[in-house]
């Protein structure tokens, strides 16, 4: 399955900005799926996380100002940023994630879109 982000761009200080990530198979051949951004000079995080049950995760950073969600029906999961902040500006790449019976994790990602916060 292949997975295609895009709605990245420009956007002022406490603006707002949806990315989307379309998955060309079913999204539920994932037990998880997230996004990661990665600022230059810096390791890529994760940013918030949606597993195949509906569970959600954030890293602190973005707790109350990001949401992510997933519409099974379009194979998407849609990360909504509110109040953006010039630290929120990185590449942001998509993941899909498989564990198999034994532990093992198999990572699927996405090209990268480039969030930039600034005035």
């Known amino acids: 399955v292949q997975l295609q982000a895009c709605g990245g761009g420009l956007v002022q200080p406490g603006g707002s900005l949806r990315l989307a990530c379309a998955a060309s198979g079913s999204i539920f051949s994932f037990n998880a799926m997230g996004w990661y951004r990665q600022a230059p000079g810096n390791q890529r995080e994760l940013v918030a996380a949606v597993t195949s049950l509906g569970r959600t995760a954030y890293a602190d950073s973005v707790k109350d100002r990001f949401t992510i969600s997933a519409d099974n029906a379009k194979n998407t999961v849609l990360l909504e940023m509110s109040s953006l902040r010039p630290e929120d500006a990185a590449v942001y790449y998509c993941?899909?994630?498989?564990?198999?019976?034994?532990?093992?994790?198999?990572?699927?990602w996405g090209q990268g879109t480039l969030v930039t916060v600034s005035s």
């Open positions: 993941n899909g994630r498989r564990v198999g019976p034994y532990g093992a994790v198999h990572d699927n």
